[in-house]
């Protein structure tokens, strides 16, 4: 069974920038991709950006040139850079993987969450 830790969440101003990190772990066949997604008050969950083992990466739109995703494939360790934090982006960030097809299958894992707060 996948597990995956996050940190950095926190509460920063407007403008300001924060990072986060996801470990990855329990995967018997390294992780496919991992990602970010959030969901903000009253809201929907929705994707923040995911990177596969080989580098594609895929951005929500509103976050599209503010936030950078990477990824440490050895370590299976995801990273999110945010930068130019605005009070929309508030909101629960929750990491993701998916384990891509292994001989058990197909699985994707979510974190449990850590908060952004950005005051305006």
């Known amino acids: 069974q996948v597990q995956l830790v996050e940190s950095g969440g926190g509460l920063v101003h407007y403008g300001g920038s924060l990072r986060l990190s996801c470990a990855a772990s329990?995967?018997?066949?390294?992780?496919?991709?991992l990602g970010w997604y959030r969901q903000g008050p009253g809201k929907q969950r929705e994707l923040v950006a995911t990177i596969t083992r080989g580098g594609r990466i895929n951005y929500g739109d509103s976050v599209e040139g503010r936030f950078t995703i990477s990824r440490n494939n050895a370590m299976d360790t995801v990273y999110l850079q945010m930068d130019s934090l605005k009070p929309e982006d508030t909101a629960v960030y929750y990491c993701?993987?998916?384990?891509?097809?292994?001989?058990?299958?197909?699985?994707?894992?979510w974190g449990q969450g850590t908060q952004v707060t950005v005051s305006s």
């Open positions: 993701w993987a998916d384990s891509g097809a292994t001989m058990a299958g197909r699985s994707k894992y």
């Open positions: 329990g995967s018997k066949f390294g992780i496919y991709a």
